[in-house]
T-cell receptor, first 116, second 115 residues
Framework: AQTVTQSQPEMSVQEAETVTLSCTYD???????LFWYKQPPSRQMILVIR??????QNATENRFSVNFQKAAKSFSLKISDSQLGDAAMYFC?????????????FGTGTRLQVTL | EAGVAQSPRYKIIEKRQSVAFWCNPISGHATLYWYQQILGQGPKLLIQFQNNGVVDDSQLPKDRFSAERLKGVDSTLKIQPAKLEDSAVYLC?????????????FGDGTRLSIL
């Protein structure tokens, strides 16, 4: 069974600074997807960024980028130029793919605080 | 486009009572998911529908939980009877298809408190 581990329950960053959230996963599959979701107090899970395992290039979405290390099964999220609106719970998630119907497996989350 | 709609937003009941949650997915999304998110944990899939058929309900406590999506659009999740450990946020999500590369869009969830 696939597992996702987020070892940082809480992180703090100053506004305009950079922070990196860690995630490791365990799988025997070779083809899969990895995601970072943001969950603000409103509770809605918002997709931040997605990485296909077959792509060597790290995904980037504006201020958000990932460091995907397939051999190490590591998938960290870097937030640059942090903003107050980035404060939220961040969940790393895994999904087997691409052609199979499979569930998202989430980590336990990292609470990110952004300070002035 | 309108997002995933869920109701109610909050629900408080006593243990052994029953409760139902409703979800309306994004128009055109064939795949619908119900997740349970216990405080301090990530969401856990309870059930996945493809149109009106069940794809995965392996983690659904079937002695007390049931879900349906009769017309392949909106869905209801029911708990009867509720236990204290059912206190959680229940999230509904939908995607265009079931494949791994299809992004899931989530609703705001229902926070259930059991007294």
């Amino acid at each position: 069974a696939q597992t996702v581990t987020q070892s940082q329950p809480e992180m703090s960053v100053q506004e305009a600074e950079t922070v990196t959230l860690s995630c490791t996963y365990d799988t025997s599959e070779s083809d899969y997807y990895l995601f970072w979701y943001k969950q603000p107090p409103s509770r809605q899970m918002i997709l931040v960024i997605r990485q296909e395992a077959y792509k060597q290039q790290n995904a980037t979405e504006n201020r958000f980028s990932v460091n995907f290390q397939k051999a190490a099964k590591s998938f960290s999220l870097k937030i640059s130029d942090s903003q107050l609106g980035d404060a939220a719970m961040y969940f790393c998630a895994y999904r087997r793919g691409p052609g199979t119907a499979s569930k998202l497996t989430f980590g336990t989350g990292t609470r990110l605080q952004v300070t002035l | 486009e309108a997002g995933v709609a869920q109701s109610p937003r909050y629900k408080i009941i006593e243990k052994r009572q029953s409760v139902a949650f409703w979800c309306n997915p994004i128009s055109g999304h064939a795949t619908l998911y119900w997740y349970q998110q216990i405080l301090g944990q990530g969401p856990k899939l309870l059930i996945q529908f493809q149109n009106n058929g069940v794809v995965d309900d392996s983690q659904l406590p079937k002695d007390r939980f049931s879900a349906e999506r009769l017309k392949g659009v909106d869905s209801t999740l029911k708990i009867q009877p509720a236990k204290l450990e059912d206190s959680a946020v229940y999230l509904c999500a939908s995607s265009f298809g079931p494949e791994g590369n299809q992004p899931q869009h989530f609703g705001d969830g229902t926070r259930l408190s059991i007294l």
